[in-house]
């Protein structure tokens, strides 16, 4: 790594793209938009970005180790159906029940996927692609498609809590227990060495004595934890489960703030900071269009302009000869 | 005008590295010219450059009496240069016709001709006496050397090619195949077509090439008519210094001829394998010998786990094992060098250091899973320093160092495990001649210490100096054991052909 003196300005413009593209928002929107700079509107933006910050952290490890998972918003409705359900069964004793059954049950969505993916060796865009729907269906039965309104004082609670008696929102307790969990995850243990292997080179991952099979099972339990959590903090948030509408296009918003990280899209490298900026930067453009009243047509516009620039500014740094990549693999 | 090609001053640097400095030489029209170095001579950059993979800093290049700067492969390929890399540029999914005339279809009212395709096609593989099936086959399910004589059928017939360059084609192909690749080359000199060929075989230059070009370091050491020199002249021109063709060491003294560690009995696996035994005692090394497809790299995959046997027993330090994944190899101590370096073996975008603690990460972490980083850092540098690994950093991506520094990573790789079996799988294909000799003598140095070997090569030169014991596969068989002053290259010869000879008699009654 050279030090940051020694770069031109081009390159600090790509290496730094995503910050520079977060802190263009930012400015942007203190001098357009009204009342962005209050402090109401950062812990508001906070609380919208915790749920997003889990699951794209969980997408980011699965695009890591070379797969993808799109059912992580049917995953994230599954698993708001199950904390309302379970609170409604245990009464009003039963918090700790209600927030660890969802945990569980997607935890298994992402166990059984995996397991498919591993064992069939089926791409993980089909395997995930049916179960996005699956997930969805199930979900939508559990509450008979009907919106559960959570009814768990301690819980409801929960989503508005604020730290020690400032306006601090709690969300941000659990935004940074997210990112230091998976920074020792990827960067300090040893798990994380072997997911950027196996997205790098399947085949001699599992020459070296990896397991493989046990490998990307897991990496999939991460994604449908990561999910629950997800989960646990919109329920709160919203204090309803809509299992219609609940994390719907979530899995888009997801890649898109791992892709705006330069993370590649083929595995083989973690960059958990890229990805916690790509999920503010996400989340910003939809407040930005949000409090501009901008129509909801040019806010699509909008949103997928920015994320393609910065992924192209990402794009531009890694120009490698792709014609004399190995296309022949010997039979 | 009879130089085809002429590069005048030729330089380009990477970031840190001086590839190539200065480089000027010529090639006349119909001159076979060989282009020799160790690696990271400057050989591919140069070849790259001419095929227009990289640009140049400064220099002139002028071809075909015209100066060209190529800008892509397309553009050099239209001014008549084709180049053949070691990896293929192929459709690995389509046909050998399709491969061959992708890109250039014969077309009558928009729609391909597929019948004049594939009786063109036909022609041209009859040509160079080369069987196969060229229609309905997929590429991917052919050997590596038919994909390389497709490369080359398509770059003659297709490209209109004025000059070829050939980028150790020998490599992947077998005595009769190099054989027939040879014939290719003189209807080349024969049609007028010149050919760069680069290769790291002394022989090969001898027998096919009129002159040789020798770099090193980037810089222009020389070029001879192969007429006026000899092997050893060539290579000192190539390392600068002089190397005694190293003989065997002594006989192992450590290989204790009563203990084994590991055998494998009558294994068959359809339908590459269908009867193989032998075994391995400690601290031997063990060769594999026979012809390209005789099956010695699935033994080595069936030792390993990486394939389930059929039938047949193996049994390792005294038991018999089964085992279902190379989970279950590693966990005893057994470490492959597989036969592709790059698609697997090295993690081509981690760095030097992960890749060679990735095989023994459970022993860098501590309970809980959390890498010990003062541990694998120092441990790397060890064996970069032990082995002479040269990088510029352990953070280095390994995909940037050339071949054979690679081989000593993956080696590295498995020592850090202290292995008791090193299954090599050509383990110098691709390197240079000192990188060559420095990995055999580290080779002997593992067996010195206890370490099985069981080395599998297309080189029997390489085999008859390294080995203890050698083993001869015919056809998924294992047919002789050669020792001792019985191992020579013409008894390896001599017991394939007689072998061959006596099957054919075989079925003709």
Redesign the interface.
Known sequence: ?RSIKNLSAAEILQRFSAPIILLVLIVFNALFTRNFLSINVLWNAIMQSSSIMFVSLGMMVVIASGGIDISVGSTLGFGSALLVITSYAGGDTNSLLAVIVPVIGCALVGIIQGLIIAKFKIPPLIVTLAFQSLIRGIAQYCTKGKVLVLRDPLLNELGYLKVGGTSIPIQLVFIAIAIVIFY?LTK???????I??YG??P?????????TFQLVTLVYMISGIACACGSILETTRIQAADSSMLGLNMEMDAIAAVAISGTPLTG??IRIWGTVVGVFITQLITMTVNMNNIQYEYSLLLKGAIIFFAILVQKSKEKT?K????????? | MSNVLEMQNISKTFPGVKALNNISFSIKRGEVRALMGENGAGKSTLI?ILSG?YQKDSGNIIFDGKEIDPKS?LESAREGISAI?Q??????YLSISENIFAGFYPVKNGMIQWREMEERAAKMFADIKVDVDINNA???????AV?QMVAIVRAINMMDAKLIIMDEPTSSLDAAETKSLFEIIRDLKKKNISVIFITHRLDEVFEICDTVTVLKDGEYVGTRNVKNINKYELVKMMIGHEVAEERKMAINTICDSKSYLCELRNIAWNPKLSNISFSIRKGEILGLGGLLGSGRSECAQIL?G?NIPDSGEVFYEGNRISLK???G???RKMA?C?E?R?????????SVE?NI???N??E??NK????KRKKTRSETERFVKEFSIKTPSI?QLVKNLSGGNQQKVLLA?WLCMNPKLIILDEPTRGIDVAAKAEIEKMIREFAGRGISILMISSELPELVRNCDRIIIIYEGKTIKELSGNDMSEERIMQTITKFHEEEQEVEMR
């Open positions: 790594m020792i300090k243990m040893a798990f994380g060495s072997r950027e292997a790098d080179n085949v001699a991952s599992r020459i070296v004595g990896i397991r083989g490298k000869k014609g004399l990549r190995q296309v022949v693999q010997n039979g | 790259k993979v492969v890399y990896e293929l540029n192929l459709i690995p997929e590429l991917s399910s052919m050997s590596t994909q390993f990486c994944s190379p989970v190899a590693v966990k492959f597989t592709s790059r698609t697997e073996g090295i993690i081509p975008n981690m992960e603690c990735i095989a990460l459970s860098f972490s809980i899973g959390w890498t953070k790789r």
